[in-house]
């Protein structure tokens, strides 16, 4: 993936809409809903970012939604053997890690990850 970059305003916006998917995830912790809004957002503007270094944030954002929602299905399928609740945590913990790793990252206007060529 070569990096395209976009007009300043265009990057801006792109910016502040990752950002607010960030904001988003972040107060999903409290209100599971905004997870929903964030993925919604992504899956809709995630053509306006590609080959970018904001496409970076929004694959980022994807897989933390579905590797979340995957471990949390997980967690709640093994309440039943009492070890459900540890993995929630830890999914828990994980999710809020990418989270400010990525809210960090797009501050700064770094990539997640270094683009493929």
Not at 34 to 54: E, F, G, H
Request: no cysteine; proline share 3%.
């Amino acid at each position: 993936m070569s990096e395209t970059a976009l007009p300043e305003v265009d990057e801006k916006k792109l910016r502040d809409l990752a950002l607010l998917v960030y904001v988003l995830q972040a107060i999903g912790f409290l209100v599971g809903l905004t997870w929903v809004v964030a993925v919604v957002i992504n899956y809709l503007k995630i053509d306006d970012v590609r080959n970018t270094w904001l496409e970076t944030h929004f694959n980022w954002q994807l897989r933390t939604f579905w590797i979340g929602l995957a471990g949390m299905v997980l967690a709640w399928a093994l309440t039943i053997v009492k070890i459900g609740v540890l993995i929630g945590l830890a999914v828990t913990v994980w999710a809020i890690y990418r989270v400010a790793k990525g809210w960090l990252a797009l501050v700064d206007r770094k990539p997640m990850y270094p683009a493929l060529v």
